[in-house]
C-alpha cells in the first residue's frame, strides 16, 4: 500500500510540527552502512541507525518491503505532503469535541485519515498536550474502507499513550500539584513567555517515561502500514459479464440444482457450491465432454488447423452449417479425433447455440443436438441424410492397421479422409459476413493462433450485439417487416449474404441468456407503465 503514517503535535512555541513518520520503501532499497542494534519484531526486523542518521528500519522477510522512520519523509514532496496533513489535522480539520477521527484530502495532496487526542501534561496549559495520527495515501477509496480496521488500530496504540501518560500525570500531582501552585504565582505579561517556553520543551518520551517509546511506535506503524496494504487487495475487472459468460453460469446453477434434489433425495448432506471465473467456465465448456487428451491418435490443434486439414472449401461449408445452426454429424473410429474437431468447431458459436453429444452408438435428433459424433456403424435416418439442414462428415481410416499407433504429431491426412455430404451445398463465393471475416483472419499466416483465437472472441461480441439488437426490436418492441428491414441495413447484415446473415442473427437468437431477455422484457414493462398511467 502507497501510504505513510505520521504522529503529529501541536507545541505552544512553533505550531503544528511532525514527530515521527513511517513510509514503506519497496524494494530493491539500499542497506543501511551504519553500524546496527537489532530488536525482535512479530514480523520483520528492527534496526536502529547511528547517531547522524536517527531512524528506524524494519526488513519484511516474505515481501522484503522497507519499513523506515524518521521525523520527516525523506522526497521533498512527502515532506510538503506530511506537513500540510499535519498543519489541517491539528488547525481546521478537527472533529466535534476535538477528539476523535475525521477524513479529508484532495487529489492533489492525498487524502488524510486524521486521529486527534490528547496527552495529559502537569506542565501544559490546560494539563493537557493536543496531538494526531494522521494516515495519508493518494488512494481516497482505500482510505475510506480502510476507516473501521484504522480506527480500530489506532484506538489501541492511543489509548496506550494516553494511559501511560496519566500515570505520569497523577505521579506528578502527587508530588506537586500543579494547580495550586498556578493559583498562587503571580502573573505577569513580562514572564509570561518565558512560563510558555519552559513549560513547552517537554518531550512525549518524558510524558510517558517509555524508554523505547520511538522504537514501540516504528513498529506499531510499520505493521499498521504491512495489515493495511495486505487485508485489501486489487483485483482487475473486465466490464459487465458477456452472454457466455451469463449461459455458462446459468448451467451451472442448473446443475448444482440439479445435484441438489438428487442429494436431497437420497438423503445426502449439501454440497458446497463452486464458483468459477469466466475463464474456467469457457474452458470447461470447450471441453465438457471432450477428454481428448485421454485417447490415443493425433488431434485438431486449432481452427486453422482444422482448415488445414479439410482444405478451403470442405471447412467454409462445414463453418457455413455450424454458422447456420444446421446439425453436423462427425461420424468415424476415432473418438479423440472427433472430440477435437468439436472443440475446434463449437468456438464459432455463442455458448448459448451449441448442444452437443460428442460420441454416441445412436443418432441423436437434431432438436437435442447441433454437433453429434457417432461411432462409423451407425446407419443416418434417411430424412436427416436428405435434408438441407444437416452436413454429414465421414471419418475414414486410410491405414486401420495402424490406427491406434500414431502419435499426436504425426499428419492427420496420412491417417485419415474426410468425406463430406450435404443436400445444401452453398456456393463457396457467398455466405454470412462473419464467416468471410473468420477465414481471412484464419488465412493470415503473419497472425499466431491465440491472435486469432481473440479476433474470433471480438467477432462474436460484434454479432451478438446484433443480435440482442434485433430481439429487442422485433420480439420485444414487435415492429414490422419493413422497420426490421432498416434496422438490419443500420447492423450492416444486408447487401451480398443478406439471406445468410438474417438466418445468422435468427439463429443466434436462440442462444441468448435467459437472464438478458428476463431483464429486458422487464425492464420493457417497467417503461411501459408510466405510459398507461
Same mark, same amino acid.
Not at 505520521?6 to 515521527?20: M, Q, V, W, Y
Not at 481546521?92 to 475525521?102: A, K, S
Not at 486521529?115 to 482505500?142: E, N, P
Not at 462428415?393 to 474426410?418: H, T
Given at each position: 500500500?502507497?501510504?505513510?503514517?505520521?504522529?503529529?503535535?501541536?507545541?505552544?512555541?512553533?505550531?503544528?510540527?511532525?514527530?515521527?513518520?513511517?513510509?514503506?520503501?519497496?524494494?530493491?532499497?539500499?542497506?543501511?552502512?551504519?553500524?546496527?542494534?537489532?530488536?525482535?519484531?512479530?514480523?520483520?526486523?528492527?534496526?536502529?541507525?547511528?547517531?547522524?542518521?536517527?531512524?528506524?528500519?524494519?526488513?519484511?522477510?516474505?515481501?522484503?518491503?522497507?519499513?523506515?522512520?524518521? /521525523?520527516?519523509?525523506?522526497?521533498?514532496?512527502?515532506?510538503?505532503?506530511?506537513? /500540510?496533513?499535519?498543519?489541517?489535522?491539528?488547525?481546521?480539520?478537527?472533529?466535534?469535541?476535538?477528539?476523535?477521527?475525521?477524513?479529508?484530502?484532495?487529489?492533489?495532496?492525498?487524502?488524510?485519515?486524521?486521529?486527534?487526542?490528547?496527552?495529559?501534561?502537569?506542565?501544559?496549559?490546560?494539563?493537557?498536550?493536543?496531538?494526531?495520527?494522521?494516515?495519508?495515501?493518494?488512494?481516497?477509496?482505500?482510505?475510506?474502507?480502510?476507516?473501521?480496521?484504522?480506527?480500530?488500530?489506532?484506538?489501541?496504540?492511543?489509548?496506550?499513550?494516553?494511559?501511560?501518560?496519566?500515570?505520569?500525570?497523577?505521579?506528578?500531582?502527587?508530588?506537586?500539584?500543579?494547580?495550586?501552585?498556578?493559583?498562587?504565582?503571580?502573573?505577569?505579561?513580562?514572564?509570561?513567555?518565558?512560563?510558555?517556553?519552559?513549560?513547552?520543551?517537554?518531550?512525549?518520551?518524558?510524558?510517558?517515561?517509555?524508554?523505547?517509546?520511538?522504537?514501540?511506535?516504528?513498529?506499531?506503524?510499520?505493521?499498521?502500514?504491512?495489515?493495511?496494504?495486505?487485508?485489501?487487495?486489487?483485483?482487475?475487472?473486465?466490464?459487465?459479464?458477456?452472454?457466455?459468460?451469463?449461459?455458462?453460469?446459468?448451467?451451472?446453477?442448473?446443475?448444482?440444482?440439479?445435484?441438489?434434489?438428487?442429494?436431497?433425495?437420497?438423503?445426502?448432506?449439501?454440497?458446497?457450491?463452486?464458483?468459477?471465473?469466466?475463464? @474456467?467456465?469457457?474452458?470447461?465448456?470447450?471441453?465438457?465432454?471432450?477428454?481428448?487428451?485421454?485417447?490415443?491418435?493425433?488431434?485438431?490443434?486449432?481452427?486453422?488447423?482444422?482448415?488445414?486439414?479439410?482444405?478451403?472449401?470442405?471447412?467454409?461449408?462445414?463453418?457455413?452449417?455450424?454458422?447456420?445452426?444446421? /446439425?453436423?454429424?462427425?461420424?468415424?473410429?476415432?473418438?479423440?479425433?472427433?472430440?477435437?474437431?468439436?472443440?475446434?468447431?463449437?468456438?464459432?458459436?455463442?455458448?448459448?447455440?451449441?448442444?452437443?453429444?460428442?460420441?454416441?452408438?445412436?443418432?441423436?435428433?437434431?432438436?437435442?443436438? =447441433?454437433?453429434?459424433?457417432?461411432?462409423?456403424?451407425?446407419?443416418?435416418?434417411?430424412?436427416?441424410?436428405?435434408? @438441407?439442414?444437416?452436413?454429414?462428415?465421414?471419418?475414414?481410416?486410410?491405414?486401420?492397421?495402424?490406427?491406434?499407433?500414431?502419435?499426436?504429431?504425426?499428419?492427420?491426412?496420412?491417417?485419415?479422409?474426410?468425406?463430406?455430404?450435404?443436400? =445444401?451445398?452453398?456456393?463457396?463465393?457467398?455466405?454470412?459476413?462473419?464467416?468471410?471475416?473468420?477465414?481471412?483472419?484464419?488465412?493470415?499466416?503473419?497472425?499466431?493462433?491465440?491472435?486469432?483465437?481473440?479476433?474470433?472472441?471480438?467477432?462474436?461480441?460484434?454479432?451478438?450485439?446484433?443480435?440482442?439488437?434485433?430481439?429487442?426490436?422485433?420480439?420485444?418492441?414487435?415492429?414490422?417487416?419493413?422497420?426490421? /428491414?432498416?434496422?438490419?441495413?443500420?447492423?450492416?447484415?444486408?447487401?451480398?449474404?443478406?439471406?445468410?446473415?438474417?438466418?445468422?442473427?435468427?439463429?443466434?437468437?436462440?442462444?441468448?441468456?435467459?437472464?438478458?431477455?428476463?431483464?429486458?422484457?422487464?425492464?420493457?414493462?417497467?417503461?411501459?407503465?408510466?405510459?398507461?398511467?
Amino acid at each position: 500500500m502507497n501510504a505513510l503514517v505520521a504522529l503529529c503535535h501541536f507545541c505552544e512555541l512553533h505550531g503544528p510540527r511532525t514527530l515521527f513518520c513511517t513510509e514503506a520503501l519497496h524494494p530493491p532499497s539500499p542497506t543501511p552502512s551504519q553500524a546496527e542494534i537489532t530488536l525482535t519484531n512479530l514480523f520483520c526486523l528492527i534496526t536502529i541507525l547511528s547517531a547522524s542518521h536517527p531512524g528506524f528500519v524494519s526488513v519484511d522477510s516474505e515481501t522484503g518491503i522497507r519499513f523506515l522512520s524518521h /521525523q520527516h519523509p525523506r522526497q521533498p514532496q512527502l515532506f510538503s505532503v506530511v506537513r /500540510q496533513a499535519c498543519v489541517r489535522s491539528l488547525s481546521c480539520e478537527v472533529c466535534p469535541g476535538r477528539e476523535g477521527p475525521i477524513f479529508f484530502g484532495d487529489e492533489q495532496h492525498g487524502f488524510v485519515f486524521s486521529h486527534t487526542f490528547f496527552i495529559k501534561d502537569s506542565l501544559a496549559r490546560g494539563f493537557q498536550r493536543w496531538y494526531s495520527i494522521v494516515m495519508v495515501a493518494m488512494d481516497r477509496i482505500y482510505l475510506i474502507n480502510s476507516w473501521p480496521f484504522l480506527l480500530r488500530h489506532l484506538r489501541l496504540t492511543i489509548q496506550s499513550l494516553q494511559s501511560t501518560a496519566l500515570k505520569v500525570f497523577d505521579s506528578e500531582q502527587c508530588v506537586c500539584p500543579q494547580r495550586a501552585v498556578r493559583m498562587n504565582s503571580v502573573f505577569s505579561p513580562a514572564v509570561f513567555p518565558h512560563q510558555r517556553s519552559g513549560n513547552a520543551a517537554r518531550s512525549l518520551p518524558s510524558l510517558t517515561q517509555h524508554t523505547n517509546l520511538w522504537a514501540s511506535l516504528h513498529s506499531s506503524f510499520s505493521w499498521l502500514l504491512k495489515a493495511c496494504g495486505s487485508r485489501l487487495t486489487e483485483k482487475l475487472l473486465e466490464g459487465a459479464p458477456t452472454e457466455d459468460t451469463l449461459v455458462l453460469i446459468e448451467r451451472q446453477t442448473e446443475q448444482e440444482e440439479e445435484m441438489s434434489c438428487w442429494e436431497g433425495a437420497e438423503g445426502g448432506g449439501s454440497r458446497p457450491q463452486c464458483h468459477q471465473s469466466e475463464s @474456467e467456465l469457457y474452458r470447461d465448456f470447450l471441453f465438457d465432454e471432450g477428454k481428448a487428451e485421454g485417447y490415443p491418435g493425433p488431434k485438431f490443434r486449432s481452427l486453422r488447423h482444422l482448415r488445414q486439414v479439410l482444405g478451403t472449401t470442405d471447412f467454409r461449408q462445414l463453418a457455413w452449417h455450424v454458422l447456420m445452426g444446421n /446439425q453436423v454429424i462427425l461420424r468415424g473410429a476415432d473418438p479423440g479425433l472427433i472430440h477435437s474437431a468439436f472443440t475446434m468447431l463449437k468456438s464459432l458459436l455463442p455458448v448459448g447455440c451449441v448442444r452437443s453429444v460428442t460420441y454416441s452408438a445412436q443418432y441423436e435428433e437434431a432438436y437435442r443436438c =447441433n454437433f453429434l459424433g457417432l461411432s462409423p456403424d451407425v446407419p443416418i435416418p434417411t430424412h436427416v441424410s436428405s435434408s @438441407e439442414f444437416s452436413v454429414l462428415v465421414d471419418v475414414v481410416s486410410v491405414e486401420r492397421g495402424s490406427l491406434y499407433s500414431a502419435a499426436c504429431g504425426e499428419d492427420i491426412l496420412s491417417l485419415y479422409q474426410f468425406n463430406i455430404s450435404s443436400t =445444401n451445398s452453398q456456393p463457396t463465393d457467398k455466405g454470412p459476413t462473419l464467416l468471410n471475416k473468420i477465414e481471412v483472419a484464419l488465412s493470415n499466416e503473419n497472425l499466431s493462433v491465440d491472435v486469432v483465437s481473440h479476433c474470433l472472441l471480438c467477432l462474436k461480441e460484434e454479432w451478438m450485439n446484433k443480435v440482442k439488437v434485433l430481439f429487442k426490436f422485433s420480439k420485444v418492441d414487435g415492429r414490422g417487416r419493413e422497420d426490421t /428491414q432498416k434496422v438490419l441495413a443500420l447492423l450492416g447484415a444486408t447487401g451480398p449474404g443478406e439471406e445468410d446473415n438474417v438466418r445468422l442473427l435468427k439463429f443466434w437468437m436462440t442462444g441468448l441468456s435467459k437472464t438478458y431477455k428476463s431483464h429486458l422484457m422487464t425492464a420493457v414493462r417497467g417503461g411501459e407503465r408510466p405510459l398507461s398511467q
